[in-house]
């Protein structure tokens, strides 16, 4: 039997499907129209709401196949990977496709060695070679000095995790028919040997950086802890997280999960804005993809200036307070 | 507690050259490190054999020069080390990277733990960590911040994901990768460099490792880099340079004007 069919796995939690499912939809129809093939949407839970999985239909999938079962409520690796294993060996997907996110990243890198395929992280373009139908995967590395193009000729599926962000939704189309099938798997196969105690949710809610839509973020510019402050009035007034620079977050100005670059988060909102803050090459490649990117600094030679759509040299104790004025006056109106 | 750290030696800079034939790295003339983010594993591991004793190997598949990475890990507290090194094993991609460090630690055999950086700072991957322990059908667990509690037969782990923490049992003997926030790395002692520069540090190639050579190097890997390409950084952004009170303020009021031309406001 030969391997068919672009795959994508959606994530969820608490049955409510996760926007990265509707950015990998639109990345698996334009994959599964080039190659004539079908969209299938997996989506492993405890219990998923048909109206819920309808949606997925609507934003691009061809066939839902989900796995309903207690061990599936939240992601642990044994039994996401063990069901997956199982469902690729069932319907052999030529092409599978994951969200480069905590889960995605994490059931891939796994499941690509009990399939015995190759699997490349955290892409940022995906295109099939009209050629032979073969998956081309381009992603950055070495701190996003480098664009790589990366293939897996001859061993199937083949897997890559795309980089939350990198591409928009599918919008729902309400006429789309697909259908929606629950498949089983041997509960004895979802066994963990690992449980989930406790979570506890970030109460600091600027710092979810990756999800954020817009993000704001400091460097040494700020001088001393006590100047941050105003950036998160500024995030808080754009809606959006507040995102810190390895020295910032060294300085003890903001906690590692809001730290931005190579040894922190890789982010692509739709606004980056970087407020004092130079722009090191590790930085940089942090920030490299977001879709717009905004500048301040004092330094006209600061090298964040030229990822910049749009920079104001200036100093920032003058400029951010302004910032937060006007958006202040808009909010008002 | 028995602990393996697997390591990485990258390069120190970020002019990282390519070789355009083979799509891999070129790492002559480029001062090579420890991978930044390893650094925190290893501090992981010697924390744990200082609180609970035990002892601490690093492990690396890389060029001979990759004994320098190792003869650093002891310097920071790891008791001996193990470099996997051969031309068979060049070009690997990061499944046949997991399989390799996978049959040297089969080889090593007595281990509890197992502690990864979260990635390397050049491949960028992640995905070397779930990957040995795939191999070695062990439970893993990803971006860990804290381990809260040794238990007899199980840890109690904090991970760090998108919107918070996640507090997990994980049956021993596993892997797991490490972030940032774990814990602050140490400097190498003088005593212990001295220490490191003394100790032997074995090769291992593939018989070693009873390894099927259809496993290894760019033979073995699924995957091929079959471009590389060097993206355009800059954007042609619009850059204002305000000269007083005034022109901010006009400055401002554009950067407001380019947040509502993106609907972004």
Known sequence: MSYKGVWILGEQEAGNIKSVSYELLKRGRELADKLGVELTAVMLGKKMARERLQELVYRGADKVIVVEDPALEYFLPDPYVNAMEILINRHRPEILIASATSTGRTVAPALAIRCNTGLTADCTGLDIDAENGNLIQTRPAIGGNIL????????????????????????????????????????????????????????????????????????????????????????????????????????????????????GKTIS????????????????????????????????????????????????????????????AIKKQ | MKIVVPIKQVPETNNVKMDPVTG??????????????????????????????????????????????????????????????????????????????????????????????????????????????????????????????????????????????????????????????????????????????QIEIPVWGPADIEADTKNLGLKGSPTRVVKISTPQVTRNGKLLTPKNENEIEAAVDQLIEFLQGKEII
């Not at chain 1, 490299?288 to 200036?314: H, L």
């Not at chain 2, 480029?30 to 591991?45: C, F, H, K, S, T």
């Not at chain 2, 650093?72 to 991609?93: H, K, N, P």
């Open chain 1, 148 to 263: 790589a193009t990366i293939r897996t000729p001859n061993h199937r599926p083949q897997m890559a995790t795309v980089r939350p962000h990198s591409n928009k939704p599918l919008d729902p189309d309400r006429h789309r028919t697909g259908r929606i099938i629950n498949e089983s798997v041997d509960p004895a196969l979802l066994k963990s040997r690992t449980k989930r105690l406790e979570f506890k949710k970030n109460e600091d809610a600027g710092s979810n950086i990756q999800d954020a839509e817009i993000v704001i973020a400091g460097g040494k510019g700020f001088k001393k802890e006590e100047n941050f402050r105003i950036l998160h009035e500024v995030a808080a007034l754009l809606g959006g997280a507040v995102g810190a620079t390895r020295d910032a977050v060294d300085l003890g100005w903001a906690t590692y999960p809001h730290q931005v670059g190579l040894s």
């Open chain 1, 269 to 328: 909102p739709k606004l980056y804005m970087g407020i004092g803050i130079s722009g090191s090459v590790q930085h940089l490649a942090g920030i490299k993809t977001s879709e717009n990117i905004i500048a301040v600094n004092n330094d006209p030679e600061a090298q964040i200036f030229r990822v910049a759509d749009f920079g104001i040299v200036g100093d920032l104790f003058e400029v951010l307070p302004l910032i937060k004025q006007k958006l202040q």
């Open chain 2, 24 to 197: 891999t790295m070129v790492r002559d003339g480029v001062e090579p490190i420890i991978n930044p983010l390893d650094l925190y594993a290893i501090e992981e591991g010697v924390l744990l054999k200082e609180r609970i004793g035990g002892e601490v190997r690093a492990l690396s598949m890389g060029p001979k020069k990759a004994i320098l990475a190792i003869k650093e890990a002891i310097a920071m507290g790891c008791d001996d080390g193990i470099l996997l090194s051969d031309r068979a094993f060049a070009g690997a991609d990061t499944w046949a990277t997991s399989y390799v460090l996978s049959q040297a630690i089969k080889k090593i055999g007595d281990y509890d733990l197992i502690i990864c950086g979260e990635r390397a700072t050049d491949g960028d991957t992640g995905q070397v960590g779930p990957g040995i322990a795939t191999w070695l059908d062990i439970p893993f667990a990803t971006y860990i911040n804290k381990i809260v509690e040794i238990r007899e037969n199980s840890l109690v782990v904090e991970r760090m994901v998108e919107d918070g923490y996640e507090i997990l049992e994980i049956e021993t003997p596993c892997l797991l990768t490490v972030v940032k926030e774990i814990n602050y790395p140490r400097l190498p002692s003088l005593r212990r460099k001295q220490l490191a520069r």
